[in-house]
């Protein structure tokens, strides 16, 4: 299936000369929505690891089905004020502004072994700042996998030697 044929591209959002790669037209096709999360859950076959990470919103999206199926826990990172418990917060810079993350304190034990998985990889503030929050709790980053990967925009870059893996590129 060609999922990339699926996603709809809005321009000027959310500000004008952004092209945003809108995935909700993935997700209303029920056949784009399961192949999605299978070619993210097969990126993670023989990977060994303890936990899914996913940001908020779309981290959720696809790492609770991929944990699911691989019969792992799954961790959320939210924005600011959103957590219930004690967390640990990171700022991180966006294509187009600031923003604050946080995880619970208590979700991460020193050698857990985590995958994060999200929708999108741009410039890699986001993906930068989980990872740092996740090494800072003592957990170990073992792969990043994305639905789709803006090339352009060398998130890879920041993001050093962990292993990478996106379904989409533009």
């Not at 809005?10 to 500000?15: G, I, S």
């Not at 790669?21 to 929505?33: A, E, H, N, Q, Y």
């Not at 990889?121 to 990043?144: D, M, Q, R």
């Amino acid at each position: 299936m060609d999922i990339k044929s699926l996603i709809r591209d809005v321009q000027d959002f959310p500000k004008e000369g952004i092209v945003f790669r809108d995935i909700t037209t993935v997700l209303k096709d029920k056949d784009g929505l399961r192949t999605s999360v299978d070619l993210m859950q097969a990126s993670l076959e023989g990977i060994d690891f303890d936990y899914v990470i996913g940001p908020e919103s779309r981290g959720f999206i696809f790492g609770v089905p991929v944990a699911y199926n691989m019969n792992k826990g799954f961790i959320p990172v939210r924005k600011s004020g959103k957590l219930p418990h004690i967390t640990k917060s990171k700022e991180y810079n966006l294509e187009y502004g600031t923003a604050i993350i946080e995880i619970h304190v208590d979700a991460i034990k020193p050698g857990d072994k985590v995958v994060i998985v999200d929708d999108l990889l741009a410039t890699g503030g986001t993906s930068k700042a989980i990872i740092e929050l996740i090494e800072e709790l003592g957990g170990i980053v073992v792969k990043l996998v994305y639905l789709i990967e803006l090339e352009f925009l060398k998130g890879r870059s920041i993001l050093g030697d962990y292993a990478v893996d996106a379904m989409i590129k533009y």
